[in-house]
C-alpha cells in the first residue's frame, strides 16, 4: 500500500502544499522583482535626464567661473537642481586647485549652497549628509564645524572620516590638534588613511603630532611614529634616540623609520647587529639614509645575513652611502666571497643602473 | 504505509527540503548583498570624484603566469601597464611555453637578463631566467621550468617586491582602475588580507587597446546564460558571504592578497586544479588556528572581464573542473569545519559549500532523476511531481531575478530597455535546463575527483573577445590538450 499523499491519486496532502504555496511565494517574490527592476529603470532613466538638465545650465556656469568669469546674475538654483549641481561642483572642486577652487566657492555661495549643504548635513540621509561634508570641507564653511564635529564621532567610519576630511578644510590648526591623539588611538583605522587626511592639514599637523608623541606610552608610539613618518615629520632627537633605545621591538622598528639625520648613528649602528631581523632591516635603510662612507664595511657584514631583506636593504643602503663610487662597489663586490651577499649587491646594482 | 512508501515519502521530503534550504541560504545571502549594495551606492559619487593619490597606498605586484600565451600576452601587458594606480609593477612568470612567448615578451619589452638574487620563500619548480624591461622599469619576467599556474604564481610571489600581490589571468580584460578599487579595503581596514572583485561575462563587448570601451551582451545563448550566472554567483553569492566575512573564493583570474598572509598560509598548492581557492580556505584555516584578526573582503564593482566559453564542449570541461577544484579545496582543509575557533568560515561556510555545492549535484540531480521515475512508476502522484517542479523551477528563477535586480539597482551596465527583456528572458530559460546540465557536468567533475585524474595547463578554445575588436582568430591551442577555462576559478555556483 502506498503513502496516500504520495499515491497517483492522492491530493491536498502536506507536501503537495507546501510545495505549491512555497512555489507560489516564489513566483509572486519574482514578479514583485520585476516590477522593481522595471521601475528602477524608469526612475534612474527619470533622473538622469533631470541631471542632464541641470548640468546643461549650470556647467557652462562653472565653467566660467573656473576661469575667472562669475556672471553677475546666477540663474536660480531649482529644488531639483540641487544635488545633481552640488555633484558637478564637488567634481570639479576636487580636479581643480588655485583661484578655480575659489571662483567655485564664490558661486556656490551666491547661490546659497552653503545653507542648502548646512540643512542636509543636520538633517539629510546619509548620502546627503556625505555630499553635504564635501561641499562644506570644499567652502571650508566655518559655521558648520560643531555638526562636522558631531559627525566625526559616528561610529560608521564613512561618514566619521568624511567629517574629519572636511574638518581639515574647515580649519586645519584646531583640525590637527583634535584629530592627531583620535587618529593615533583609533588602531582600527588604516595608517595610510589616517596619514592621508592629516598629510592636508600640512604644517600644523606635523607640530601637533610633534607635541603630542613624548606623552604616548610604549603601545601606542609605534603608530604616532608611524604617523609621523608618513607626514615626513623630523623628530626631536631625544625623543628619537629613547625610542631606539626601547625594549619594546615595534617602538625600536618604528623610530628606525624615522630616523632622518645623522644625530642618533651611534643608536642606529648599534641596532645592526640587533637579534631580530625586522630591526636589522630597517637600521640598514637608516644607515642608508644617515651613514658615512665609514659605514660600508657594517653594510658589508649584512649583506651575508641569513634574511634575504636584511642583505637586500644593506645591498641598497650601500649604494646610498656618500663617496662610494661606481668603482669602489665593483671592487667590493669583487672581494666578496659569499655567494649570497655578492648576488644581493650585483641585483641592488643593477636596480640602481636600471633606475 | 509500508517500507517502500516511507522510503518514497522520506527521499520526497529530503529533496524537497534540500531545495528550500539550498534556495534559502541564497535568498538569505541576496539580503546581506542587498545590504552591502545599498549602502555602497549611497557612497557610489565619492568613489566617481578625482582621485588624489596619497603616495601611501600600498603598492602592488601583478603577477601573470603564462603558458603559451604567444597571441595576447603582449596586449594584456601593455593594458596592464595604463592601469591607474600609484604605484606598481608586473611580474610576468612563463611557465615554459612550448610556443614563442617568452621571444613575444623579449622583444616587445625589450628585455635584458636581470641579476636577480631570487628570494626562494616558496619551493617552486627552477627558474631558468628573470628578466627586466629596458622600456618599461616596472615590468620583470620570470622564466621557469614549467610547473603549472599554481606554481608560476608562487615564483611570482617570490620575486615580488611589494606587499600586496594581483594575480591575473592573462587574458583577463581589467577596467583601468580596477586596481585601486580593489585595494580599498586594504587602506579601510588594516586587518584585510585578501580581496577579490567582479568578474563579469566579456563576449558581446567591445574591447579596445585592452580596456573595455562599450558593454554588450553575447547572441550566443550559452554565453547570455552565463552572463545571469555571473551576475547571482558574483552579486549575492560572494558580496553575502563577504559581509559574513565567510569568503571562500576570490577569483584567481583577478585577486588581492596579502604576501606576507599568503606565505604564512604556505602559498599555492601546485597540485591542486582550484588552487585559488584552495589557497583562500587554507589563509582561513591558518588564520584562525593562529587566532589572528583577519578580514577577506569582497568589491562588487566589476573590475575585470572574462571570456565565456560559447561551445558545450569547452563549457562543460570549465564546470568539470570547477567542481573538482570546489572538491580539493574543500578536501585540503576539512580542519576549518566546525574548529574550535571556525567562525562564520568553519560553522557555516565551508558547511554550506560542503552540502550545497559540493554535494549538491548528487542531491539536485539524484532529485530530479527519482521525482521523474517515481512519477513514471506511479510512486508519486502527478501533482506532487508537479508541485517538486514548480518549487525547484520557481525558486531558481527567483534566485536569478534577484541576480538581475541587484545589477540594476548598482551598476546598471546593461543601459538599453531591449538588454534588460534579453536578460530577464535568460533568468527563466537558463533554468529550463541550462541549470540541471551545469548539475550533470559537477556531478562528473565530482567523480573525476574521486577518480583522481591528473590536472595540467591548457587553453580553452577562444572566439577572441581579446583585444583591439570583438572577433579576433582564436590563439593556437597546444595538440592533446584539454580545452580549459581562462581562470580556474568559479564564479561560485547557485543553484
Redesign the interface.
Known sequence: ???S???????S?I??S???W???A??L??LL??L??IA??IG?RRRRRGEARALARWRPVLNAAIVGEIPDTLPPLRHGERLPFL?LW??LQ??LRGEANEALNEVARRAGIDVYARTLLARG???AR??AA?VLGHLHDRPSWPLLMRMAEVPD??LSL?ALWALVRVDPQAAADYMVPLFIQR???????A??IL?QAGEPAGAALARHLPLLDATRLPRGLRIAE?LHVTLPAGLLASALRSEAMPVVIAALRGVRTPETIADVRALLQHEDWQVRVQAARALGRVGERSDAERLVALLGDAQ?WV??RAAQALLELPALSRADLDALRASLTDR?AA??L??AM?ESE?? | ??T???L??FV??FV?AFF?AL?GGYLLLNLFSLRALY?K???A??G???R?Y?G???PVSILVPAYNEEATIAASIRSMLQLTYAEFEIVVINDGSKDGTLDVLKREFALLP????Y?RQIATKEVRQIY?S?RY?NVRVIDKVNGGKADSLNAGINASRYPLFCGVDADSVLQRDSLAKVTEP?????TVVATGGTVRVANGCEISGGFLTRVGLPRSPLALFQVVEYLRAFLFGRLGWSALNGMLIISGAFGIFRKDAVVLAGGYRPDTIGEDMELVVRMHRTLREKRQPYRIEFVPDPVCWTEAPEDLATLKNQRVRWQRGLAESLNANWGLMFSRNGGIPGWVAFPFMLFFEWLGPVIELGGYIFMFY?FLT???????FG??L??AL??G??LS??G??LE??SF?LYPR?KQ?LLL?LMVILENLGYRQLNTWWRLIGLWRWLVQKEASWGAMKRKGVGYDGQAQAAPPVAPGEPGEPPSGRPPGKAP
Open positions: 500500500m502506498q503513502a499523499f504520495l499515491t497517483p491519486t492522492g491530493h496532502d507536501f503537495i507546501a510545495a505549491i512555497t512555489g507560489l516564489a513566483l517574490l519574482t522583482l520585476g522593481q527592476i528602477m529603470r534612474l555633484r564637488a567634481h576636487g580636479s540621509a546619509r548620502p556625505l555630499l564635501l567610519d564613512t568624511t588602531e582600527d583605522w588604516a595608517l595610510s588613511l596619514a592621508g598629510q608618513a634575504w642583505r637586500y649570497f648576488d644581493m650585483s641585483q643593477a636600471a633606475g | 504505509m509500508n517502500d512508501s516511507l518514497v515519502a520526497t521530503w524537497l528550500v534556495n549602502r551606492g549611497q557612497e559619487f565619492i566617481e570624484l578625482p588624489a596619497s601611501l597606498e600600498p636581470f641579476p636577480e638574487a628570494r627586466r629596458t622599469p586594504f587602506l579601510r581596514d588594516p517515481a506511479g510512486l508519486v502522484s502527478w501533482e506532487a508541485a517538486f514548480f518549487v520557481g525558486l528563477i527567483l531575478a534577484s538581475l535586480m540594476e539597482m546598471h530597455g534588460l530577464g
